[in-house]
């Protein structure tokens, strides 16, 4: 069985040669590991990919659809490593290596440990978990104020969504892989969620989190009421108000305010 670690890029020449040269070193008893980069950049990502891809045939590089997100270029690895390799087990990093190879390392070890487990996702306050850096005030505080929210809306008992690092089996994913359609700021909550909604059980397991503050996109005084409006949006989008109104619709109105 293979390992594929899936991560998504977006004009990051300034960070991928770190993260590729960490990840390179990964290693699992679940089988070969092969890093996959799903790239949206025009930069020099690309070049320094390949060239990291011409010294390790474990590294390939693939392009995402245009305006496809991290969600979309996460989907795309999926689908990739599917249908290259069938049943195997696939996950996804950020491409800053705020979760290292080692960190991403003990998701894999969990998810060896036990047959009942179809994914474990990194969390940075479940036991074993940590930050490592500077985390401004705010951003903590809209980081726990979402999760809360998160756990509200959907009855999950994640501690942490969002933080960047994943994984699955392939069986459970092949499952759920046609209702994840969401690209934005919903994606996770939208790939958990149809977890959760076919039984599949998913833990979480603590992390060191090295706070990546150099080239961040996230803005907090944007992001913070995207984050909002998306996960309500998503609610509404998966509740029974759907049947309202025309799925193709509210699926467009979603998506424009998750991308908002």
């Excluded at 069985?1 to 070193?25: F, Q």
């Excluded at 997100?69 to 290259?84: E, P, Q, V």
């Excluded at 690209?183 to 959760?196: A, R, W």
């Excluded at 998913?202 to 909002?228: A, F, K």
Aim: glycine share 10%; hydrophobic share 40%; net charge positive.
């Amino acid at each position: 069985m293979e390992v594929y670690v899936i991560i998504p890029a977006r004009n990051e020449a300034g960070r991928i040669a770190r993260t590729l040269a960490d990840y390179s070193k990964l290693k699992s008893d679940l089988g070969r590991v092969r890093i996959v980069v799903v790239s949206e950049s025009n930069d020099g990502t690309d070049d320094i990919v390949r060239n990291f891809g011409e010294l390790n045939g474990n590294i390939t590089l693939l392009k995402a659809e245009i305006g496809s997100g991290k969600g979309g270029a996460i989907m795309r690895g999926f689908r990739y490593a599917m249908a290259r390799s069938g049943k195997c087990v696939v996950g996804f990093a950020d491409a800053d290596d705020a979760v290292t190879a080692k960190e991403f390392g003990k998701l894999l070890k969990r998810l060896a440990a036990s047959k009942g487990i179809a994914g474990v996702i990194a969390s940075r306050y479940s036991n074993g978990g940590s930050i490592e850096g500077r985390i401004g005030l705010w951003r903590k505080v809209a980081s726990r104020a979402y999760n809360v929210l998160v756990r509200l809306l959907f009855r999950v008992g994640f501690k942490d969504t969002q933080c960047g690092a994943k994984v699955f089996k392939s069986e459970a994913l092949g499952k759920v892989i046609r209702l994840v359609d969401i690209n934005g700021m919903s994606f996770d909550i939208n790939l958990l969620y149809e977890l959760k909604i076919k039984g599949y059980k998913v833990v979480e397991e603590g992390v060191r989190y090295r706070q990546m503050n150099d080239g961040t996109s996230i803005r907090i005084l944007r992001n913070s009421p995207q984050m909002l409006v998306a996960a309500l949006g998503f609610r509404v989008y998966k509740s029974r108000f759907i049947k309202l109104f025309p799925r193709r619709v509210v699926r467009h109105v979603y998506k424009r305010i998750d991308r908002w």
